[in-house]
């Protein structure tokens, strides 16, 4: 049976959702995807609620661990990627289009990007600068909004919408700890209130939150600890080759040293490619390798409003958040092809290093110069500490001039973000050490060891500015009501200045990447919105928004959408709309950034590590899109309720970058972006500027369903499944029409994902089974043996299962225990990975465990 067709067969047995139309609030209130207030929760447009119950349940420590956790985010990136031009960061990706083409806001406005961008290129909101402990709920709104709110709304909006009029006192404490007795967690809030607004006049509220997380290595878990996934046919091996390997490129032969460097082994050089002959002093990196980084984070949000008189009030926000992550890395090293890599003041690309060891060299016992497999273990692991400050003030009044609403604020957000990097090699005195043999490669002194040693830091501000106004109430009446609208202007100002250490801008560092970005622009726009009653049971929506970029232009953004209610059990929805997304400040002001890929050089049949300098482009059009949904919201039983809604979005002009391994292969096409040494006419680096692209086209169905099953003993018995199912992920890239749904050949994007979740709520006693699924997926270049035969080429299905429970113990005191990973399952095995496993997709957390108090004054 289909995935879908069983979801809706399952809805007897296994559902949730909203109740939107079972509870209808008599109060007008907006929802987002529209800002017309009404009495009707279920608007036109898919909305995914997400409440602090939901959250606490989810038994998940954060926000962004929360959020990232829904079925409607993939692609994105959290702080346990660790291979990151921006560390230290959790976004979500809505559709799998990208952490740049998903809009957050906080309560209603937008906050400042995190000051790194993430695959250099795109920026985005840091989800671990949320306080848990201040959020009333976050809608996530699956469906294109341009026409609402502007750029990077093309796959949805994340609003997440702070706790108001609270009064009172709430402290909360909680610890959590694996299975294997690490990964220990801390989190610690508190939140008060002054004032009641109805009978004050005044509410003020402030809420602290504090986490802390301990990190573990590859080596802390069993499935990483060997690195090494070569007893399988077909599997890698994640050891470095250089722990004191001669290597001889004429006849890719490999030699070990007399003396293996400290905790390397003598292992055959097949182990690192088919085509070496020969042996290698190996080590296994595990240790010296992240599966969590450590964090520390401090976040802050306040809100006070305050009543004037008549129908005036006053509102401002202060939010702020201190963010601190360390990550490990293996220690510099040697290539044993006898070369590095710098990058190049003078071309802004990167500039060769000689390393080989030079005739008379002590280490070298060749009579010609030699390359050696190396790594300064004696300099120590590279590490870096991430350190991130933001900040949002806001500001504003709002009132009423007859039957129309008005609402103005001034916004002011920075983040701030410096990486300090430490145990790099100094290129400079390493060139000097090689020519006067000044380091002594198997046994260095701590002297010549703090020669080489550098630490670098690298800084990165981005700010935001914005002015809004806008006025909302009822045009004029028709028969079947009141026609509603919403008119508004918005202006802002987007800055970004990363920049890196002048020892990385002046080739000071082995190995290393480097960005650099300063890029700034002004936005304005007008926007509209009406919401026309056609008739009792039809409501159609129309609205429209015009930008202007100081930096490319102008974008008009239109949308409809439309209500049928033909009973007050069911409702038709469906809504278009056209978008926008503006290039990133990354993607189209003065930027550049160096990092490393490996590529497969045809020329030279060989594989190696080459550097790659992305460049912006100016010229940059914007990413236009379309998107459709169209859904049924229905209520057949008094307990039962369900939606279904298919989307589809298509970006054209997409803004993207050859890949390091399509340039080298098209050398002869564009000869001027692959610049070789001249003598052993290797790649030295590869010029990758952006540029507008195809375009993208994905189209899926979400089913939500809720089972209300009544009473069962003390407690009721409800049940909620949020199911997504991916029909295609396309890509047309220079002629070639690609659907990835369901492989890996681009991103992973699992055809099924799903949730199902049971509660059990009583007066005193509260429970929560989660079942969680990941569809297993298609493997693009399937995995072969030595004899060319095929061993995998699908990764299975990842399943786990998840308790959570609360337990009032006096009317102020509630504790709670939750178990992630009941199961304590890996993830499925995948033989492309040196890990055995996708390390972008899963984690190796294993079984978790959660025991929390609150206290309420």
């Not at 490619?273 to 390798?289: F, Q, T, W």
């Not at 981005?462 to 009501?481: I, N, Q, W």
Request: glycine content about 8%; aromatic content about 10%.
């Amino acid at each position: 049976m289909k995935p879908l067709a069983l979801a809706i067969a399952s809805l007897g047995v296994y559902s949730a959702s909203l109740s939107a139309l079972a509870d209808t609030p008599t109060e007008k209130i907006e929802i987002t995807g529209s800002r017309i207030k009404r009495v009707d929760a279920e608007t036109a447009s898919p909305v995914e609620v997400v409440s602090r119950a939901d959250i606490a349940k989810s038994g998940n420590a954060t926000v962004a661990d929360a959020l990232r956790s829904i079925t409607a985010n993939s692609g994105s990136y959290s702080e346990n990627f660790t291979n990151s031009f921006s560390p230290g960061a959790s976004g979500i990706s809505l559709r799998g289009l990208g952490q740049k083409s998903t809009l957050v806001l906080i309560n209603g406005r937008r906050a400042p990007n995190y000051g790194f961008a993430q695959n250099l290129s795109d920026t985005y909101f840091d989800l671990n600068s949320l306080p848990a402990s201040a959020i009333e709920r976050v809608e996530v709104l699956k469906d294109g909004a341009s026409a609402l709110y502007g750029s990077d709304a093309v796959a949805g909006v994340i609003n997440v919408i702070m706790r108001k009029d609270f009064k009172g006192l709430e402290v909360s404490a909680e610890q959590g700890i694996s299975d294997s007795n690490d990964l220990p967690e801390s989190h610690v809030a508190i939140t008060g209130g002054l004032g009641k607004l109805s009978e004050d006049n005044y509410n003020v509220l402030a809420s602290l939150d504090f986490f802390k997380r301990d990190g573990i290595t590859y080596a802390d878990r069993e499935k990483t600890r060997n690195y090494d996934m070569t007893s399988m046919p077909g599997g890698l091996s994640g050891w470095g080759s250089g722990a004191g390997t001669y290597y001889d490129p004429t006849t890719k032969t490999m030699t070990p040293a007399a003396n293996c460097q400290a905790g390397g082994q003598i292992v055959d050089a097949t182990k690192f490619s088919s085509s070496y002959h020969g042996s290698a002093c190996a080590y296994n990196p595990a240790s010296y390798l992240n599966l969590y980084p450590s964090t520390e984070r401090l976040n802050f949000f306040s809100r006070g409003t305050f009543n004037l008189g008549g129908s005036l009030q006053a509102f401002a926000e202060v939010f702020a958040s201190h963010t601190k992550t360390n990550q490990l890395s293996t220690p510099a090293s040697l290539s044993i092809n006898g070369f590095g890599v710098a990058y190049d003041p003078v071309t802004h690309g990167a500039s060769r290093i000689d390393t080989t060891l030079p005739v008379g060299n002590a280490a070298n016992p060749y009579p010609v110069a030699t390359a050696l497999g190396y790594t300064f273990f004696d300099v120590g692991p590279r590490s870096a500490e991430i350190v991130s400050d933001s900040y949002r003030v806001l500001g504003g009044l709002k009132g009423a001039l007859k039957t129309w609403d008005w609402e103005v604020a001034l916004t002011a957000g920075q983040s701030k973000s410096k990486a300090d990097n430490f145990n790099y090699v100094n290129v400079h005195a390493l060139q000097k050490a090689l020519v006067d043999g000044s380091y002594d490669f198997f046994n260095p002194t701590k002297a010549q060891s703090d020669a080489l040693r550098l630490n670098t830091t690298r800084n990165s501000t981005s700010k935001t500015y914005t002015a809004d106004a806008s006025v909302r109430g009822d045009l004029f009446s028709l028969p079947a009501g009141s026609v509603g609208a919403v008119f508004g202007v918005d202006f802002r100002r987007e800055q970004l200045d990363d920049v890196p250490d002048d020892l990385l801008k002046n080739g000071y560092i082995l190995g290393s990447g480097a960005t650099e970005t300063h890029g700034s622009r002004n936005v304005s726009a007008a926007y509209f919105e009406f919401a026309v009653p056609v008739v009792k049971s039809v409501e159609m929506g129309l609205a429209a928004r015009a930008d202007k970029y100081s930096d490319f232009g102008s974008a008009f953004s239109p949308s409809a959408n439309i209500k049928f209610t033909p009973m007050k059990e069911l409702a038709f929805r469906a809504s278009w709309g056209k978008g926008f997304r503006a290039p990133t400040l990354a993607e189209n002001s003065d930027s550049n950034s160096t990092s490393f890929q490996t590529i497969t050089d045809k020329k030279l049949k060989q594989s190696y590590s080459v550097a790659t300098v992305v460049k912006s482009n100016p010229n940059l059009s914007p990413e236009k899109s379309t998107s459709l949904n169209f859904g049924i919201v229905a209520q057949p039983l008094k307990a039962v309720d369900f939606t279904i809604d298919y989307f589809r979005i298509k970006q054209n002009n997409l803004v993207g970058r050859d890949s390091a391994a399509y340039v080298v292969n098209h050398e002869a096409e564009h000869p001027e972006l692959v610049v070789r040494d001249p003598s052993t006419g290797r790649v030295i680096y590869v010029l990758r500027q952006f540029y507008n692209q195809d375009y993208v086209q994905t189209s899926g169905i979400d089913y939500t369903a809720n089972w209300r099953m009544g009473q069962m003993g003390p407690g009721k018995l409800s049940a909620k499944l949020d199911w997504s199912y991916l029909i295609d992920w396309k890509m047309l890239s220079k002629g070639v029409l690609t659907d990835y749904a369901g492989n890996d050949g681009y991103n992973l994007y699992h055809r099924n994902t799903g949730k199902l979740k049971f509660n059990w709520d009583a007066p005193v006693w509260s429970v929560s089974l989660g079942v969680n699924y990941l569809d297993g997926y298609n493997i693009a270049s399937p995995v072969t043996d030595a004899n060319d035969n095929v061993v995998q080429d699908h990764v299975n299905a990842y399943i786990t299962t998840d308790i959570y429970t609360s337990y009032n113990v006096t009317k102020a005191l509630q504790a709670t225990f939750s178990i992630q990973n009941i199961e304590n399952r890996n993830p499925p095995t995948d033989l492309q990975y040196a890990e055995g496993y996708d390390t972008y997709d899963y984690g190796l957390r294993g079984r978790y465990y959660r025991l929390g108090v609150n206290y309420k004054f």
